[in-house]
T-cell receptor, first 116, second 113 residues
Framework: EPEVTQTPSHQVTQMGQEVILRCVPISNHLYFYWYRQILGQKVEFLVSFYNNEISEKSEIFDDQFSVERPDGSNFTLKIRSTKLEDSAMYFC??????????????FGPGTRLTVL | LAKTTQPISMDSYEGQEVNITCSHNNIATNDYITWYQQFPSQGPRFIIQGYKTKVTNEVASLFIPADRKSSTLSLPRVSLSDTAVYYCLVGDMTTDSWGKLQFGAGTQVVVTP
């Protein structure tokens, strides 16, 4: 069964450093998403991406964040200057993009980001 | 997106059926109801989705009454591995407004021997 993959599984970085989280969505999916989950809190939407541009973003997704689909398979989330409060699990998700009951989002296993 | 309300936690024993009810009084005509499961340190996993009446798959059943203002996820004969957080989400599947999933706190289900 196709699945969303993410690398690395765990990233440790110093405050102020840039990090890039990588995702490989399911191959025939057209919509891509990033979510995050701070430890003990709910899953929060960050951004959605379609047709090589951001379709929606949350208040969390400020100028420090950016997303890119550099090639036909990868989808990345970059945090330019990490802060302590960016420590969280980051989940990538994708969906096919067809209307109807079978169009659901599939999540990757997540990247645990720890900012020291 | 319609707001949902579900219990914070539920406890069960192995082999029992677990029913989690979600209220969504403001559900719109185009909204579907979707349930996700999440284990600690893992991504949410799609369980089941429905629009009305009853939907069943190999994992669970979803019961939706005629007024669609609530839904019940039924997990038959749970095992220890069903211990997880279960999220009820409601959203429009017919337009691009289904782009964003808004998760609540979910229901923590704990299964004990």
């Amino acid at each position: 069964e196709p699945e969303v993959t993410q690398t690395p599984s765990h990233q440790v970085t110093q405050m102020g450093q840039e990090v890039i989280l990588r995702c490989v969505p399911i191959s025939n999916h057209l919509y891509f998403y990033w979510y995050r989950q701070i430890l003990g809190q709910k899953v929060e939407f960050l951004v959605s991406f379609y047709n090589n541009e951001i379709s929606e973003k949350s208040e969390i997704f400020d100028d420090q964040f950016s997303v890119e689909r550099p090639d036909g398979s990868n989808f990345t989330l970059k945090i330019r200057s990490t802060k302590l409060e960016d420590s969280a699990m980051y989940f990538c998700a994708s969906r096919r993009g067809t209307s109807g009951a079978t169009d659901t989002q599939y999540f990757g296993p997540g990247t645990r980001l720890t900012v020291l | 997106l319609a707001k949902t309300t579900q219990p914070i936690s539920m406890d069960s024993y192995e082999g029992q059926e677990v029913n989690i009810t979600c209220s969504h009084n403001n559900i719109a005509t185009n909204d579907y109801i979707t349930w996700y499961q999440q284990f600690p340190s893992q991504g949410p996993r799609f369980i089941i989705q429905g629009y009305k009446t009853k939907v069943t798959n190999e994992v669970a059943s979803l019961f939706i009454p005629a007024d669609r203002k609530s839904s019940t996820l039924s997990l038959p004969r749970v095992s220890l591995s069903d211990t997880a957080v279960y999220y009820c989400l409601v959203g429009d599947m017919t337009t691009d407004s289904w782009g964003k999933l808004q998760f609540g706190a979910g229901t923590q289900v704990v299964v004990t021997p």
